[in-house]
């Protein structure tokens, strides 16, 4: 019976153990994800009139320099990048192939990979703001989807 106890116990520790986000430096340079050329990166606010041009849903390359405002804090599955006029792009990673470390929040990055227009329902809209542990009355008050930028990230390195 102790041996099953201490059996589960392990578990559960290994369980929390990998759900967290990983705890690697964020200096100029670090890199996650897959690794790229830097080709002449757009500031991303200009992503939102490129992407007016294209189909909602529809994909295109991108390579952007951007600044972190928020990160999935249960594992670094998720950011969110400033726009302008204090809106955001949100970024998952490719194939959930790599997760971020909190300490990228407030830094500088380069991102490669893929821009949309994507319209979220509210059950994913909420399903994040549980994940980023928003008080509860502000989860209950997402009502209607929302359209937004939103980013596929292949790779990702701080900005020097």
Same mark, same amino acid.
């Given at each position: 019976?102790?041996?099953?106890?201490?059996?589960?116990?392990?578990?559960?520790?290994?369980?929390?153990?990998?759900?967290?986000?990983?705890?690697?430096?964020?200096?100029?340079?670090?890199?996650?994800?897959?690794?790229?050329?830097?080709?002449?990166?757009?500031?991303?606010?200009?992503?939102?009139?490129?992407?007016?041009?294209?189909?909602?849903?529809? *994909?295109?390359?991108?390579?952007?320099? &951007? @600044?972190?405002?928020?990160?999935?804090?249960? +594992?670094?599955?998720?950011?969110? #990048?400033?726009?302008?006029?204090?809106?955001?792009?949100?970024?998952?990673?490719?194939?959930?192939?790599?997760?971020?470390?909190?300490?990228?929040?407030?830094?500088?990055?380069?991102?490669?990979?893929?821009?949309?227009?994507?319209?979220?329902?509210?059950?994913?809209?909420?399903?994040?703001? *549980?994940?980023?542990?928003?008080?509860? &009355? @502000?989860?209950?008050?997402?009502?209607?989807? +929302?359209?937004?930028?939103?980013? #596929?990230?292949?790779?990702?390195?701080?900005?020097?």
């Amino acid at each position: 019976m102790k041996q099953l106890f201490i059996l589960f116990v392990g578990l559960g520790i290994a369980v929390l153990a990998v759900a967290q986000p990983p705890k690697l430096p964020v200096t100029p340079g670090s890199q996650f994800g897959a690794s790229f050329e830097l080709r002449n990166p757009s500031p991303i606010q200009e992503l939102p009139k490129q992407l007016a041009q294209v189909e909602e849903g529809k *994909e295109i390359d991108v390579q952007i320099l &951007a @600044e972190v405002v928020d990160v999935c804090p249960k +594992k670094g599955c998720w950011l969110n #990048l400033k726009l302008s006029n204090g809106e955001t792009a949100f970024v998952k990673m490719k194939d959930y192939a790599f997760f971020l470390p909190l300490e990228i929040k407030g830094k500088k990055i380069y991102l490669d990979g893929k821009a949309f227009i994507k319209t979220t329902s509210v059950d994913e809209l909420k399903h994040y703001a *549980e994940d980023a542990k928003k008080p509860q &009355a @502000e989860i209950d008050a997402i009502k209607e989807p +929302k359209k937004e930028v939103r980013l #596929l990230a292949s790779g990702i390195r701080v900005a020097e």
